[in-house]
Nanobody, 114 residues
Framework: QVQLVESGGGLVQAGGSLRLSCAAS????????MRWYRQAPGKQRELVAA???????NYANSVKGRFTISRDNAKNTVDLQMNSLKAEDTAVYYC????????WGKGTLVTVSS
């Protein structure tokens, strides 16, 4: 019943931008912490950005100043605006929702060519 569906991934050149979106259903969206994670080949999954139910945000140091997380509680969506993309940003990006338990999307691939 719970679904997190990511969209917006694709191929982009270094220096370019992408906007990822995650549509949630089956959860009380507004009370969930929403997060974006990513996992590059051969690497551990890492937290990229998070936004609390109250709207406070946190970012990995590697993306600060380049990525922006936002949420729209009316639409049950969370977005990740990614600017000034680097080859190191290449990864599968996962949407995560947390309130007492974690839920995960299937991921969307972002490939940044150098």
């Amino acid at each position: 019943q719970v679904q997190l569906v990511e969209s917006g991934g694709g191929l982009v050149q270094a220096g370019g931008s992408l906007r990822l979106s995650c549509a949630a259903s089956g959860i009380a969206f507004s009370i969930n912490v929403m997060r974006w994670y990513r996992q590059a080949p051969g690497k551990q999954r890492e937290l990229v950005a998070a936004i609390s139910s109250g709207g406070s945000t946190n970012y990995a140091n590697s993306v600060k100043g380049r990525f922006t997380i936002s949420r729209d509680n009316a639409k049950n969506t969370v977005d990740l605006q990614m600017n000034s993309l680097k080859a190191e940003d290449t990864a599968v990006y996962y949407c995560n929702a947390y309130f007492r338990v974690d839920y995960w999307g299937k991921g969307t691939l972002v490939t940044v060519s150098s």
